[in-house]
């Protein structure tokens, strides 16, 4: 969690337009990044929820999530969830106990054997 303590920054064209988004210790947690983004001169920006569809918002979204990519949580900016938790598919869940399965249990010899054992498993 040190790496994010820092924040990030957002250069523009002009000095100006720089912007500074910083960690907000007492909002996040182990599971949840919260950023609050100040401007050139460290005053608070608006909610970002309420700024436009722009490419420069998509720019700010972009260098958020490169500098938390290796974060598997959410990540939010003010009010705005950009990255939610990795979540494993379900071929993968499925896949992962299977192999668990024919790993923990060598000895099973029928395939209704199997069967069941993975329909128990996959129940709980």
């Known amino acids: 969690m040190e790496k994010y303590n820092r924040g990030f920054t957002v250069n523009g064209n002009q000095p100006f337009m720089t912007e500074e988004w910083l960690y907000q210790k ?3 947690n182990g599971d949840k990044l919260v950023f609050y983004g100040y401007d050139a001169n460290l005053c608070a920006m608006t909610s970002f929820s309420s700024w436009p569809r722009t490419e420069w918002k998509a720019n700010v979204i972009n260098r958020a999530l490169e500098f938390t990519k290796d974060f ?3 990540v939010w ?3 705005v969830r950009i990255k939610t938790k990795k979540r494993l598919k379900a071929r993968q869940l499925i896949s992962q106990k299977t192999k668990s399965i ?3 249990l060598p000895c099973l010899t029928t395939i209704k054997q199997c069967l069941t054992l993975i329909i128990i498993y996959l129940s709980t």
């Open 102 to 104: 024919k790993e923990s």
């Open 77 to 79: 900016l003010d009010d």
């Open 72 to 74: 598997d949580g959410e």
């Open 26 to 28: 007492d909002k996040s």
